[in-house]
C-alpha cells in the first residue's frame, strides 16, 4: 500500500486519486443486532462510482439504502468489507479522521432538509465554511455565489420556517455545496416534497453535479431522478441488483 500525504492536512491516500473512482465499496456488510434478532441489512455490496456521475440507489423501504449511505458517508462502520472516498480508505481513519472526511470532502443533503431554525439562508450555507474556519469574507463570497446558484440570492435573509419545503432543500443543497465537496450523498431529497417541486430540486441537483465537477450518490423512490441519473444501482434485501 503506498501512502502520501493529501493537500487537507495529512489524511492518508491511496494511489493515484485523479484517476481512481469517486466512490469504492467492496465486499460491504452491515447487519444490526445479535444472534436469531439480527437483521442482515447489507449482504455483500460492491460497486464503483467514476468521478463526475450522478448514481440514483433506489430499493424498496428497508433494502438498505440509508445504511449503505452513512457507511460511504463515514457516519457509520461496516463490520466487512471496505470502502473508499476520493482515494481515501475510510477503515484506516479513526473519529476524527471521518469528521474531516465529512467536513472536508462530503455534502449531505436529508429528505427532512436538517437546516437550523434560527438561522437564516445564508447563515445556514455559511455553518460548514465556518467549520472549516474560512476567513469571514471567502465565506460570504461563497454564501452568495452558492445561493445565486441555486436560484434563491433574494431569500438569503429568510429563516427556514419562513421559506417553502423546495426552497428549502434548495439551500440544504446551498450548503452541501458550501465546502467544495468531491461527494454529495442525498437520502430521498425529494421525499417531501410534491411532484412538481421534487422535480425542479432533482433538475437542479443534475445541474450542479454537471456545474460544480462534483459527484453524487442519491437514495430516491423518484422514477424522476432515475430518469435524470447517469446510473441507477438497486438495492433488493441488502444486495445490488445487477442491471
Ligand atoms: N439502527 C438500526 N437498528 C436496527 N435495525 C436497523 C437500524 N437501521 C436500519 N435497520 C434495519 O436495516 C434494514 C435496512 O434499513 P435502511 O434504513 O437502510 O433501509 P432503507 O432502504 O433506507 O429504507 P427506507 O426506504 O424506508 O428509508 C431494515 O430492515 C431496517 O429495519
Ligand atoms: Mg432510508
Do not use: W
Amino acid at each position: 500500500m503506498t501512502e502520501s500525504s493529501s493537500a487537507h492536512g495529512g489524511t492518508a491516500v491511496i494511489g493515484d486519486r485523479a484517476g481512481a473512482p469517486m466512490v469504492r465499496v467492496e465486499n460491504l456488510r452491515r447487519s444490526y443486532g445479535t444472534g436469531a434478532a439480527a437483521v442482515h441489512a447489507l449482504r455483500g455490496v460492491s460497486f464503483e462510482i467514476p468521478r463526475g456521475e450522478l448514481v440514483a440507489l433506489k430499493g424498496r423501504s428497508g433494502s438498505g439504502k440509508t445504511t449503505l449511505l452513512n457507511l460511504v458517508g463515514g457516519l457509520d462502520s461496516p463490520d466487512e468489507g471496505r470502502i473508499t472516498v476520493d482515494g481515501i480508505d475510510l477503515s484506516g481513519l479513526g473519529e476524527n479522521g471521518l469528521l474531516e472526511l465529512r467536513r472536508d470532502r462530503i455534502g449531505f443533503i436529508f429528505q427532512s432538509f436538517g437546516l437550523i431554525p434560527i438561522l437564516s439562508a445564508a447563515e445556514n450555507v455559511g455553518v460548514p465554511l465556518r467549520l472549516r474556519k474560512a476567513d469571514p469574507r471567502e465565506r460570504e463570497e461563497r454564501v452568495q455565489l452558492m445561493l445565486a446558484l441555486v436560484g434563491l440570492a433574494d431569500h438569503a435573509a429568510q429563516r427556514p420556517g419562513e421559506l417553502s419545503g423546495g426552497q428549502q432543500q434548495r439551500v440544504a443543497i446551498a450548503r452541501a455545496l458550501a465546502n467544495r465537496p468531491a461527494l454529495l450523498i442525498a437520502d430521498e431529497p425529494t421525499g417531501q416534497l410534491d411532484a412538481e417541486t421534487g422535480l425542479s430540486v432533482m433538475e437542479l441537483l443534475r445541474a450542479v453535479v454537471r456545474s460544480e465537477g462534483v459527484t453524487a450518490l442519491v437514495a430516491t423512490h423518484d422514477a424522476q431522478l432515475l430518469d435524470l441519473a447517469d446510473r441507477v444501482l438497486e438495492l433488493r434485501d441488502g444486495e445490488i441488483v445487477e442491471h
